[in-house]
């Protein structure tokens, strides 16, 4: 089956704590995105990489980082210094074509500070 | 940057009436527009998308509206069944932004059997 793989589905960070956020494609994609939603709200952008060993911050990045070492795999680390993390956070996939920016997202993890 | 915008908020009709979700964008550069569905608890999926080149795209109930001089975009659903009950959202990317979508922030859609 091809796909984007988050997990895990629910996590619950104490305060102080790192997490990390795993997600994985199958779907041969260069691009791949994070993305936070909180309740009534859009999805805002926290980071994006074009291509492997390379990403860039989104507009909501601070608390947040990321590496990108291989083109599968893309996971997000909520720092200590991400205030309010409680939020569904979700992984999405696309093709670098210019002409073409169809994404594709995974199921989400939604994380609960305790 | 990209603004997007999307109304309403909530959006209540009854089985078989048809739905109308509006966005507008500000960015005339912007050329790629899809329509995301969401279920409780899971993930956007595409359901519909439209390229500034075209003016309207149709897919079986579902159909999508380009303004390009107003800048605005309209989802269409006719012939609403309880299972199109969800929250849509409207995007917009533009050539060379690198696939960056900015989204709307929703509309909840519940349909009345």
């Known amino acids: 089956d091809g796909g984007i793989t988050q997990s895990p589905k629910y996590l619950f960070r104490k305060e102080g704590q790192n997490v990390t956020l795993s997600c994985e494609q199958n779907?041969?994609?260069?691009?791949m995105y994070w993305y936070r939603q909180d309740p009534g709200q859009g999805l805002r952008l926290i980071y994006y990489?074009?291509?492997?060993?390379?990403?860039q911050k989104g507009d909501i990045a601070e608390g947040y980082s990321v590496s990108r070492e291989k083109k599968e795999s893309f996971p997000l680390t909520v720092t200590s210094a991400q205030k309010n993390p409680t939020a569904f956070y979700l992984c999405?996939?696309?093709?670098?074509?210019?002409?073409?920016?169809?994404?594709?997202f995974g199921q989400g993890t939604r994380l609960t500070v305790v | 940057g990209e603004n997007v915008e999307q109304h309403p908020s909530t959006l209540s009709v009854q089985e078989g009436d048809s739905a109308v979700i509006k966005c507008t964008y500000s960015d005339s550069a912007s050329n790629y527009f899809p329509w995301y569905k969401q279920e409780l608890g899971k993930g956007p999926q595409l359901i519909i998308d439209i390229r500034s080149n075209v003016g309207e795209k149709k897919d079986q109930r579902i159909a999508v509206t380009l303004n390009k001089t107003a800048k605005h975009f309209s989802l269409h659903i006719t012939e609403t069944q309880p299972e199109d009950s969800a929250v849509y959202f409207c995007?917009?990317?533009?050539?060379?932004?690198?696939?960056?979508?900015?989204f709307g922030k929703g509309t909840k859609l519940s349909v009345k059997p």
């Open positions: 999405a996939s696309s093709t670098r074509s210019q002409g073409s920016t169809e994404a594709f």
């Open positions: 990489s074009q291509i492997v060993n390379d990403f």
């Open positions: 995007a917009a990317s533009r050539r060379g932004s690198q696939g960056n979508l900015i």
């Open positions: 779907l041969n994609h260069d691009a």
